[in-house]
Structure formats: structure tokens, C-alpha cells
């Protein structure tokens, strides 16, 4: 239970102390700021605490926004605030002060706060409001309030309070009846409602999304809120109703294939669903960031293999490299975003006459939806995937598929390039770190690092990783199956990887060392199991390389959560990217001589316990970590580019 406390002196006809509890808040009531210390000392130190001035007024969403975010140690809006456990001592410490400190609401003689003063120098008519798509914000005429003093307090402790945007929703301290009879005609004025339902939608989306979903998924977000689902119950159904269009599709009958193409559809929208109804009713958690965070690949993933082998059940089409192939480079798109967007995301002195030319292209409105449908995101990929699998057969879907990432990936990509080059930006230590972790380098590579160490060089990592991915997929895929010298390259590649990790990777294009890694390992692994000619080779690798991304995703969420990459004796234990690939290529290469005299299954066998040890592992230690209570919990707002 969490304990709001209410501070000052009651207000008639208030429902303040209903709205609190409506939000799940014990309340409890405190004159001054000894009062409020006082009632803050009982709470357990394990819970929430919020404060409230009893002349607050405003929207419950406001409050719920302020009072509810689980994101957020600290959060305010005038007349409120809240602490959660880890900011609960510098709360305390900020009464404290506020009580002590003269002149302020707390105190006998009261004097106008820092935010009631710059309130009341706003003139009458003025509230913590803001009209839709104007950053400016007006400020009502207000009082001293004790809450706001202690939100500046808590903020000279180093524990800044997050303030939420409100937009048009009300949250004042009014200073008189007169200004009070205003603040509450202005909340009534405001539909709550239509504001809670439209910024349940997230930001940034596709066209597809934004304009053929989200207009009535948010309904049924609302409809799951009312009936106390959460987003990880929806999420969970998003994954059922995925993995039985998965099903339908490996009937490989018409019929099945029409009936794929709608559920597909359907899991997507309530995939949308399940992060509006985190938003609308701010239920963020770390198991619904784990959940979101990994559901959307293995759902596409998984009809990718269900296409598969709808192909081979409907006329003996084996279309698994396809699959594979298109699961390789949807991957692979995917590292180059968080890689760039990593690299960047803190770098100083960060200009460029390529993103200026972006920010102008998006002060356009229709360019900013061709440039998002370009890069061919989730909802239109589904889509095309869903319309194709009903109207087509699974090998079109996937050349469409493939050609359609292929070249959302080429414009990304050169984009990204572009921005690199361009720009003079200075890499922080902490991006270094995060491409370094994305990197994945094994002990064979760590040896080699060590042994080589360097002096950074703009361009020298990324170069060397291209050479070394070049060679290696150039000599599986033009050596003679099972050829030793094939073991010979992904040896030299392990040697390669670690000269270009030998030095922070603070260069213009080191974001690129992540994705070169993958595709050389996941390119490689798609090559080798294509030329062995065994059966069933390829659905095995399709598992391995399913579960080595599924290692990489989670690296990617840890870091962005701000929890750093998994422990590093995980990733030495599952080898890192160049010692996999080392045995998988002697695999192939020993049991391709081995196989000389008849059919052996031997690497199929070999390939999929490798999947099996690879994928248990990683998901122990990931599941251990996402319901764990230190997991941050975080969620997506911005939106996934591809």
C-alpha cells in the first residue's frame, strides 16, 4: 500500500482524499512540516509516499501521472509530489530543510515558495497548464505551498523530481475561492478522458499504425483497463495469438494461410494494445519491459518458421534459408539501430549538415511518413507479411521480404553513415562501454585485445571488422564444403575481432563493429548449414541463430534499461561471437568428412544441442534478471525504427 499525506488545512468539498484513494493511496493528513515528518517516519521505509497540499486542484489523471509512474524516484506537479523507496532519505532530508528553512510555507510567517512566486508574478488567469502542441506553459495565480517547497528541497538534495507534461491537464494550488472556482471550471472544461486515451498512444509510430491501429486499439486498451487486465496479460495473448498464426501458416493450405495472415494482424494489435494500456494506466514493470521487450521477435520469428514449414507441408518447398535469411537481417537492422543510437546517444558536440537536412525533411509532413514507411517498421512489415501470406505462397513473402529490408537497410544504414561522417561529436567513455557490450566479444577475442593493444584509430575498428567478416563468410561460402581451411578463416576472424576491440571504440564509425559481428556470425552459421546438405540442418541453425539473438536483444534492453550488458561469465560461457563461430565451422568441417560414405545427421544433431545448451542458459539468466526486483523499470516511448 502506498500512503499519500495531505498538508495544510481541509477544504470543504474537496474529493482530494477520494481521488488518492481511487489511486491506491492510504492517506493521511499533517498540518505543517513537523506533521508531515512526523507521518513520513511511520510509513515503512519500503513504500511509496506521496505529498499533497490540501487546496490542490486538478485532473486525477494529473495526480496519477505525478503520484502513479513506477519509472520515476521522484516525480511533482504543483501542489504534489511523490518518493519511492530509494528516494524516501532524500525526502526526508528535504523536509527537514523545508522545515527548518525561514520563510518558507511550512513556517508560521509564510512567504510565497519559488514556484508560487514565479505563479503569482504570472498574473490571475494563469495555471500548470499548456495548450496542445505549445511548450508554453502559464502558471495560476497561487499560494505558498509546503509541497512545492519540499519539491525544491528535494531537488537541492540531488533527487530532481521528474515533472510530467500535462498539456492541457489542470494541477495548481489556487490562492483565493475566486481563483479556486476558476482552476476547477477550467478542469471541468477539459475532456480527462479523450487527453488519458490520446497520450496513451505512443509518439512516434508508423503510418500503418498510427493511422490503420492505434484509432481503435486504444479503445480496447481502455476496455482491458477497465476490466483490470494488465499489459502483460495482452502481451502474453499478443504471443498466443502469434504463435497459433504461426500454426495456421504450417498447414500449408490455403485456407490456413488466409487464416495466418489475420492473426498475425490481430497479435499485432494487441501488441499496440499492450503499451497503450501500460500508458493509460501507467502500469510499467520490469517483467512487462522483459515481455516487450522480446515478444515482438520471437512472434516474427516464429512465422517465419511457421512459414517455413507451411512451404514444405503445401508442395515440398524448402524455403528455411529464406526464413533464415530474413531473420538474419531483420536482426542484424535491429543492431545497427541500437548501435548508432548507443554511439550517440550522449555524444558532445553533436552537429551534422545530414541530421539538419533530416530535421528540415520532418518540418514536412508528408516526408516524415515516407521516410518512416521507407524504413519499413513493425506494423507495415506485418502487414505486407499478413497480406502476402494469405494472397501468396511463403517463398514470395519472403523475396518480398527480404528485398524490402534489404533496402531499408541500405538507406538506414547509408544514412546513419552519412550523419557519422559528418558530424564532430565526441564519444563518451560510457558509449564506448555500450558498443563494447554489444560487441560480444568471447576470451579469444579478449586474448587477442589484450595482446594487441592499440591507441584508438578513426577509422582502423571498423575497417578491421569488415575484413575479418569478409573473410569469413567469403570462405564459407566460396571454399569447398567441410573444408578445413574454412576453420582456418574463423580462426583468423577471432584474431581479427579482437584487434578491432583492442581500443575504445570511440571512432566516427565504430558503431558499426556490433553489426559487422553479427552478420559475419549469423551469415556465416546460414552459409554452412545451407552447403552441408544434410536434412534438417537449416531449421537447426534457424534455432541457434534464435537463440544467439534472442542473447544479443537482451544485451541491447539491459543497456538501455541502464543496468549495463549481462554478466561477463555469460557471455565467456557461451563463447562469445568468434568462438561460436569457430565451432560451428570445425563442426562442419568434421563431420562433413564423416558423412562422406551415406546420409549423417551428425550436424544437424551437433547444431541443435548447441541451440538447446546456447538458448537454455541465456534465458535462465535473463528471466533470473527481468523479474528480479533491481531490473529497472522502463518502457519503449519512442518507438522502434524498424
Not at 208 to 231: D, E, K, M, N, V
Request: hydrophobic share 50%; proline share 5%; net charge neutral.
Amino acid at each position: 500500500m502506498s500512503t499519500a499525506i495531505l498538508t495544510g488545512a481541509p477544504v470543504a468539498g474537496s474529493s482530494l482524499q477520494d481521488d488518492l484513494r481511487s489511486l491506491g493511496f492510504d492517506v493521511r493528513t499533517a498540518i505543517d512540516a513537523a506533521g508531515v515528518a512526523t507521518e513520513l517516519a511511520a510509513v515503512p521505509p519500503r513504500e511509496r509516499v506521496a505529498l499533497v497540499d490540501h487546496r490542490f486542484v486538478g485532473h486525477g489523471h494529473a495526480l496519477r501521472l505525478a503520484l502513479t509512474d513506477p519509472r520515476f524516484p521522484a516525480a511533482a506537479v504543483s501542489g504534489a509530489l511523490t518518493a519511492q523507496p530509494e528516494a524516501r532519505a532524500a525526502l526526508a532530508r528535504a523536509v527537514t530543510a523545508a522545515a527548518a528553512a525561514p520563510g518558507t510555507a511550512g513556517q508560521a510567517e509564510r512567504a510565497p515558495s519559488p514556484a508560487g512566486a514565479a505563479a503569482t508574478a504570472a498574473g490571475p488567469g494563469a495555471g500548470q497548464l499548456a495548450t496542445v502542441g505549445d511548450a508554453e506553459e502559464t502558471a495560476e495565480a497561487g499560494t505558498p505551498s509546503l509541497v512545492d517547497d519540499i519539491a525544491a528541497a528535494l531537488d537541492a538534495e540531488g533527487a530532481t523530481p521528474h515533472r510530467p507534461e500535462l498539456g492541457v491537464l489542470v494541477a495548481t494550488v489556487p490562492a483565493d475561492e475566486e481563483r479556486r472556482a476558476a482552476a476547477l471550471a477550467r478542469t471541468a472544461a477539459v475532456d480527462e478522458e479523450k487527453v488519458r486515451l490520446r497520450t496513451a498512444v505512443k509518439a512516434r509510430d508508423g503510418f500503418f499504425t498510427t493511422f490503420c491501429i492505434s484509432p481503435y486499439s486504444r479503445y480496447i486498451a481502455r476496455w482491458c483497463a477497465r476490466r483490470g487486465l494488465t499489459p502483460n496479460q495482452v502481451t502474453t495473448a499478443s504471443l498466443l495469438t502469434a504463435l497459433i498464426a504461426a500454426g495456421c501458416a504450417a498447414t500449408g493450405t490455403r485456407p490456413g494461410f488466409v487464416a495466418a495472415g489475420v492473426l498475425l494482424i490481430a497479435s499485432f494489435v494487441l501488441d499496440c494494445t499492450d503499451g497503450q494500456l501500460a500508458r493509460y494506466s501507467l502500469q510499467y514493470s520490469t517483467l512487462g519491459a522483459w515481455l516487450d521487450a522480446t515478444f515482438d521477435r520471437a512472434k516474427e520469428y516464429a512465422y517465419y518458421a511457421g512459414l517455413a514449414l507451411g512451404a514444405a507441408n503445401a508442395d515440398g518447398d524448402d524455403v528455411w534459408a529464406l526464413a533464415l535469411g530474413a531473420m538474419v537481417l531483420q536482426t542484424c537492422r535491429h543492431v545497427v539501430d541500437f548501435s548508432f543510437n548507443e554511439a550517440n546517444h550522449d555524444a558532445t558536440g553533436n552537429t551534422s549538415p545530414t541530421a539538419a537536412l533530416s530535421d528540415r525533411l520532418n518540418s514536412v509532413g508528408w516526408t516524415v511518413w515516407v521516410r518512416r514507411m521507407i524504413v519499413l517498421p513493425i506494423g507495415e512489415r506485418w502487414a505486407m507479411i499478413a497480406v502476402l501470406t494469405a494472397l501468396t505462397t511463403p517463398r514470395i513473402t519472403f523475396y518480398v521480404l527480404l528485398i524490402g529490408c534489404a533496402l531499408a537497410a541500405c538507406y538506414t544504414t547509408a544514412g546513419r553513415v552519412l550523419r557519422s561522417l559528418t558530424r564532430k561529436a565526441r564519444r563518451t567513455d560510457r558509449a564506448a562501454q555500450a558498443l563494447a557490450d554489444l560487441a560480444d566479444s568471447g576470451p579469444l577475442a579478449e586474448l587477442v585485445a589484450k595482446a594487441a593493444a592499440r591507441k584508438p584509430g578513426a577509422y582502423l575498428a571498423p575497417v578491421v571488422a569488415a575484413l575479418g567478416a569478409a573473410l569469413l563468410v567469403a570462405g564459407a561460402a566460396a571454399l569447398p564444403a567441410g573444408s578445413w581451411l574454412a576453420v582456418a578463416g574463423a580462426a583468423l576472424y577471432a584474431v581479427l575481432a579482437g584487434c578491432a576491440v583492442a581500443a575504445p571504440l570511440k571512432g566516427p564509425l565504430d558503431w558499426l563493429v556490433p553489426p559487422l559481428f553479427r552478420a559475419a556470425e549469423y551469415g556465416t552459421v546460414l552459409i554452412l548449414a545451407a552447403r552441408s546438405q544434410v536434412n534438417g540442418a537449416l531449421p537447426a541453425a534457424f534455432g541457434l541463430v534464435a537463440a544467439v539473438a534472442y542473447h544479443h536483444y537482451d544485451t541491447v534492453y539491459r543497456i538501455r534499461g541502464g543496468t549495463g550488458a549481462p554478466p561477463h561469465g555469460l557471455v565467456r560461457a557461451i563463447g562469445g561471437h568468434e568462438g561460436r563461430i569457430l565451432v560451428v565451422t570445425a563442426i562442419a568441417a568434421l563431420l562433413h568428412g564423416q558423412s562422406q560414405g551415406g546420409p549423417n545427421q551428425g550436424f544437424t544433431i551437433v547444431l541443435t544441442a548447441l541451440a538447446v545448451v546456447i538458448a537454455l542458459t541465456v534465458l535462465i539468466e535473463s528471466i533470473r534478471f527481468w523479474v528480479s526486483s533491481g531490473a529497472p523499470a522502463v518502457h519503449d516511448e519512442t518507438g522502434e525504427p524498424a
